[in-house]
């Protein structure tokens, strides 16, 4: 059975236990076995994390000890998978730049602020994530946000829609939904989820996340069935 580490907090704001546990059922309905936490005490052993094929992160605005951020960095290189959402992950730790460049992005401004009605824009290429999956609309925050040009996008929205001070630039596709690597390891990010019932109220969002945790928690499986060797990311990463 697979495992998997939910680990929330931080602003109440965005809902991370609720927006957690919803990560918690849409795993254990795929067979996980999830481990949820209030707090990032669960960050602390290296090796527990190893035991893990998958870590969700759901916490917004808060500080990550650097070696809580260096064992998650060794523990994704090896092949586990991480995913989150919204601020959730990529408006987790805004003074850990190692943690924004594992997750591929972060926040910096959602003109207009919540209410905002986009349409989101799925693509479809290689990743099986978006499959038979359709454009659709979300009412919410419009996140705009600075981004790895590593990631592979599976999502995007078009700015801007709110006349705000970066409306002097020329139209821009920002992504929502990307996926990309870490050593070894699958990030998954989407960039919708402000509140818990955004996954109501537009399903498909749903969708991508729980397609998206899927695809991250399989990295680990992957990797030991192709027999590819995570140690050779470790003379590079003792640089740091």
Known sequence: MKKALIFYGGWNGHEPEL???????????????VDR???????????KLL?????VSAVTMSELPRDYEKNISFAVSRGVGLAGCH?????SFRKSVEWQFITGGQWVSHPGGDG???KVNVHHGS????E???D???????????????????????FPLVNYYHAANKPVDMPVAWTKYWGLGRVFYCSLGHHDDVFDNSPTAEVLMERGMLWAGDGKQFAAQNDLDPAVFDNMAKMY
């Open 19 to 33: 927006v957690s546990a919803r990560f918690q059922r849409l795993l254990e309905k795929n067979g996980y076995a």
């Open 116 to 118: 905002i009605t986009y």
């Open 132 to 134: 038979g999956l359709s």
């Open 87 to 91: 601020g959730g992950m990529c408006d």
């Open 37 to 47: 936490y209030d707090n990032m005490e669960c960050l602390a052993d290296r090796e």
């Open 51 to 55: 035991e893990y094929d998958l870590l």
């Open 127 to 130: 990743s099986p994530i978006t």
């Open 136 to 158: 659709f609309e979300v009412t919410s925050e419009h996140y705009y946000l600075h981004i790895d040009p590593a990631i592979e996008v599976l999502a995007s929205t078009r």
